[in-house]
């Protein structure tokens, strides 16, 4: 079984992409299953992935690092119930230090997470990456900051609604300042 952690602020396409993927995945016959994630007390991701037939199950209430426990319990009632050959974990857009309290704990009960991944808006990240304030308090653009720190793939996404030029000169500069991530642009 796969498992991939994503991560990304709020807004970012984390849901959407991963409702495609896993939609793509089970027109292949693979089962899928999806953990979503949020400070509240409903989920509007739940619910859209429900929509879109996928198996969901939810920790809300606070973070996966917060709620860890949650976390895992959910991971085995997918596991008890679906079946899946690949699992998404979709992390809340505001959480930070993903690797230290979710990665190394799953991989000291579970086996490694397949994959960890970041989704970013391409016009934030093209203002952050050019020094231009955000529309945030700095506790918001810090943990903006340390989800693009932390991940190993970073992924650019929306990146349709900047001009071919402007997604090129993001690119490049993300590319400089981050040489040793896996960097992909895309669109949800």
């Keep these: 079984m796969e498992l991939h952690i994503v991560g990304g602020f709020l807004g970012s396409g984390k849901t959407t992409a991963i409702a495609r ?9 693979k089962r899928v299953g999806v953990v979503t994630n949020d400070q509240g007390k409903y989920l509007v991701d739940t619910m859209f992935l429900n929509l879109a037939d996928v198996p969901t199950v939810e920790v809300s209430g606070g973070c996966f690092c917060c ?9 085995d009632r997918l596991i008890d119930e679906v079946k899946p050959d690949v699992i998404f974990a979709e992390s809340v857009g505001t959480c930070a230090n993903v690797v230290s309290t979710i990665i190394r704990p799953l991989t000291e ?5 397949s994959s960890f991944t970041v989704f970013t808006d391409a016009r934030m990240l093209r203002r952050r990456i050019n020094d231009q304030p955000l529309p945030f308090s700095d ?6 900051d340390q989800q693009l720190e932390e991940t190993a793939m970073l992924i ?17 500069k993300v590319q400089a300042r981050f040489p040793h991530k896996t960097i992909r642009v895309q669109n949800s």
Aim: glycine share 2%; proline share 4%; no cysteine.
């Design 21 to 29: 993927a896993a939609r793509h995945l089970m027109a292949q016959g």
């Design 67 to 75: 709620h860890y426990n949650d976390l895992n319990d959910q991971l």
């Design 109 to 113: 009960l579970r086996e490694r997470p």
């Design 139 to 144: 506790e918001i653009v810090y943990i903006f």
């Design 156 to 172: 650019i996404n929306k990146i349709d609604l900047l001009s071919p030029e402007d997604a090129d000169e993001l690119v490049r």
